[in-house]
């Protein structure tokens, strides 16, 4: 009895070691898939670092519009003597008549001014504007006037007369002496101004023209209103 007693003790250890031995083993091969796991993952998300790395970025590459060109038309230009003007942007439109589109520079009032005639096809009708507005008297119908003035050809854009070389021009400001583009442009001038006239031909000399001024002729006057009385 002893001995089998004995036997039966020694059969529950073995069999306890070999209970131990197989919860130890499976603990084991636990902790394996879990290393082989992590393992395979940090394979993994390596492999995946390295492909996205190894893959070329994709460039944006920004739009660009090409700027319209604008093209801006020449101002005309016309010279005089050697002087070559641009158009003047100052010139300040006179109720009742069409404006000038090329008006000459304004210049200083008193210095003689630079004729620039513009080069598009001679109006109809009697153009005017004020390059310099006066802040005198101004002027009317039977007032005695002292003025200077330069002269310019239309179609050839050349100067056929000028005052400043001679003193000045005195007259009285009446239909019959002056010319109608003059009467007609001129009043409502204020002294210390200076005004542009374009004339066309049936307000100036007509067909028959003057010495010096060809028939049917546009004429181009800077007139400076000097004094009145």
Known sequence: ???????RQKEARRQKMEA????????????R??????VAIVVVGSAAL????????????????APTATTTAP????TIGTVSTRCSSTAFAV?????????APA?????????????TTPPKSLEVADLIKGTGATLKLGDKITAQYVLADYASHKDLQSSWSSGGFSTTFAKGGLIPGWIDGLVGMRVGGRRELIIPPSLAYGA?????IPGNDTLVFIVDLVKIG
Not at 20 to 31: D, T, V, Y
């Open 1 to 7: 009895m002893a001995t089998t007693k004995r036997q």
């Open 20 to 31: 131990l031995e197989k919860q130890s083993k499976r603990r084991q091969n636990i902790r």
């Open 33 to 38: 898939g879990v290393i082989a796991l992590i």
């Open 50 to 65: 390295f492909f996205q790395k190894s893959t070329p970025a994709t460039v944006s590459i920004p739009t660009t519009t």
């Open 75 to 78: 101002t005309a230009t016309t």
């Open 95 to 103: 109720a009742g008549f069409p404006s000038i589109a090329c008006a």
């Open 107 to 119: 210049g200083t009032w008193g210095k003689a001014p630079t004729m620039v005639v513009p080069t």
């Open 208 to 212: 028959a023209g003057q010495s010096g």
